[in-house]
């Protein structure tokens, strides 16, 4: 079974950071992602999806040190639901992404329209190790082909 989510979108906010009492840090940041389409006048209309993210212990910290509003980010993890009980005895539902992984995107200079990742510096200095790791991840689609043409996986 896979539960896993794929997000690029803007940071709605800084990321708020916690350290529950067992000293974990969570930290909670909102990110919006935008579809177009057009409406039955032929029309252009954009859709904005607000998702809440929720990152732990050392991702939380590099979340609280890295991301700023506004901020184009790749966000991979799973998703996850909750319900708890308001003061006033309501029950209320809660859909969370748990981010496994983020990287920050930045748009390519010379007009190419595309986007690029940004490793954070204590990574960059272990990039060589990651090249093995990079089809994993990779925000792009990444040619996995082999070199005859043959792509049956059997």
Known sequence: ???KVTLIGNLGADPEVRHLESGVMVARFPVATNESYKDKDGNFQQLTEWHNVVAWRELAERAEKMLKKGMLVYVEGKISYRKYTTQ???????????????RLLERREGGSGGFEARFPEEERTTAGKRES?????SPEPVDTAPADGDDLPF
């Open 1 to 3: 079974m896979i539960n």
């Open 133 to 137: 790791n990079a089809a994993m991840d």
């Open 88 to 102: 006033e005895g309501q029950e209320r539902f809660v859909t969370d992404i748990v981010a496994n992984t983020f």
